[in-house]
């Protein structure tokens, strides 16, 4: 048991040095990337966000994908426009299926550019040259048509509670019904008046966020419909294409899409690219490039956003491509963190093997033992608590002067019972191995019985007599003592030594 005991100790030492390391590691590395300096996310690695890309299923390929949309399952609805349908495909860009009828008669779509779900499945399409928008139910079959009389519409984004709707001149508000509830519609230059916006956005606030596309800007409307800010401003059609001024901002802001952490993700169509804004209407980073290659765009149009993911229809490429969402400049720690949790959680998992220590359970012979024992204090100190079944532990507590903790647990009574019967022994006896049997960890039984050990052994529950434990904490102590005497004689001649030296010294 000394032996045992100095492993088990020596195991503990070892344990304690680890969980001091990997909490100084942790600490040191928050700390390091709380104070590095800060760096703009993007520089130099345009499409460091990329995931994949989808070009079609089977063989048959999209053609000039104008708009896309996430269900809240995160599979993925693309218009695919040169083709006259809608193409579904999951979260890993995995075909699931296609839907819609081409043609000019009700119920059929011919010009589709956009595309919205609902949370319950139901599909809207935008259909921009019929001006109306086609409703599909969850298997993808159409029922029915919903006519814009006034204007065509351009773009539809679907929320909990609405149906947003883009037209010429501004934003349609319908429920998910489809039947209208207000609008913000106006077409002109000033605040608040739009030309030909291609995509709404909703913010937490309840803010709309518009890309006012002819106008060359981003709006946001407060949800009182009063302009809250304008990035970029309208320039003059005649000299659009010309124009070339620090303050034009965009390309074309040809749709537009906000993210949890109410970042507005903007498609810059003529640009080939992703502008990044704050809710302050402040630049943050453009995410892509010019080109054919994944990761890049060329004439990019839709936009939608969905967990953490971003999906983009690159209508020139024909394709859709997929990215995650960047953290906004100076947030980059924010990704580490997992990793620093890990790192100051893996030293808690490691703390009950510090206490892990040996059980001890004890029958009713024990209190008689220990009574009677001049020395009982020796093993009072080692033992320090005890379990026992709820008797012999009440037992235990009314000897106060035996100064041992009882820590009583209640057996199985149908155990007890079997144990009984199968090895001839006392209640009391079948108890303690019960209560043994139910501990965890390093469980062991004292007792005096040969049967008790026997049935104990069965049970894999390691038994030793009083006597035996006697011995093994005398051997300690003995071991102490000896370890003790050897280190005061070591250092009484090194003392001794050290005097010779110093009456050689004045000799000479």
């Known amino acids: 048991m000394a032996s045992s005991s100095r492993t088990g100790s020596g195991v503990r030492q070892i344990v304690v040095v680890i969980v001091l390391l990997l909490l100084l590691l942790a600490l040191a590395f928050s700390y390091y990337m709380l104070t590095r300096e800060l760096r703009t996310e993007g520089q130099g690695e345009r499409d460091r966000n990329f995931l994949f890309s989808v070009y079609g299923y089977e063989g048959d390929l999209l053609r000039r994908p104008t708009g896309v949309a996430f269900d809240n399952r995160g599979n993925i609805y693309v218009a695919d426009t040169g083709k006259r349908r809608i193409v579904v495909f999951d979260g890993d860009g995995n075909y699931i299926r296609v839907f819609g009828d081409a043609g000019r008669a009700p119920l059929g779509i011919w010009d589709p550019i956009d595309v919205g779900v609902t949370s319950d499945g139901r599909v809207f399409v935008v259909d921009k040259s019929q001006q109306k928008l086609v409703e599909f139910d969850q298997n993808g079959t159409a029922v029915r048509d919903i006519v814009l009389e006034e204007e065509a519409p351009t773009s539809i984004t679907v929320t909990d509670e609405n149906l947003l709707v883009t037209t010429e001149s501004g934003v349609l508000v319908a429920s998910l019904e489809g039947d209208l509830l207000t609008g913000y519609i106006k077409r002109g230059k000033e605040p608040g008046q739009f030309d030909r916006p291609g995509g709404v956005a909703v913010g937490k606030d309840g803010t709309l966020y518009v890309a006012d596309s002819l106008n060359y800007r981003v709006q946001a409307i407060g949800s009182n419909g009063v302009p809250i800010w304008q990035y970029g401003k309208p320039i003059p059609p005649e000299s659009a294409v010309q124009y070339d001024s620090p303050d034009r901002k965009f390309g074309l802001p040809a749709s537009i899409a906000v993210d949890d952490n109410d970042l507005i993700y903007v498609v810059d169509g003529l640009n080939h690219e992703i502008q990044v804004l704050d809710t302050n209407g402040e630049p943050i980073e453009t995410i892509g ?16 956003y969905h967990d953490g993911r971003l999906v983009i229809a690159d209508k020139m490429n024909d394709r859709v491509e997929v990215f995650e969402t960047p953290l906004p400049p100076g947030q980059a720690w924010r990704s580490y963190v997992p990793y620093a949790a890990v790192l100051l959680l893996l030293p808690l998992l490691l703390l009950p093997f510090l206490f892990r220590g040996r059980k001890f359970v004890v029958t009713d012979e024990f209190i008689a033992l220990l009574a009677e024992d001049e020395d009982r204090d020796l093993i009072v100190d080692a033992l320090k608590k ?12 009314e000897m106060e002067e035996l100064g041992l903790r009882w820590l009583a647990r209640a057996p199985d009574s149908d155990r007890v019972q079997l144990l009984e019967s199968n090895y ?8 303690a191995i019960v209560v043994a049997a139910r501990l965890r960890g390093r469980r062991l039984l004292i007792a005096e019985d040969e049967a008790v050990k026997a049935a104990a052994e069965e049970l894999k529950i390691s038994v030793v007599s009083y006597a035996e434990i006697k011995a093994a904490i005398g051997e300690d102590e003995s071991q102490k003592t000896s370890q003790g005497e050897d280190a005061e004689a070591e250092g009484h001649s090194r003392q001794e030594s050290s005097e010779s030296r110093d009456a050689d010294g004045e000799d000479t």
């Not at 490039?289 to 939608?304: A, R, V």
């Not at 001839?424 to 079948?430: K, L, T």
């Open 386 to 397: 005890v379990y026992a079944a709820p008797t012999v532990a009440a037992s235990g507590d």
């Open 424 to 431: 001839g022994i006392s209640q009391e006896q079948a108890e």
């Open 289 to 304: 490039d010019t080109g054919h290659e994944d990761g890049s765009f060329y004439y990019p149009d839709g936009i939608d």
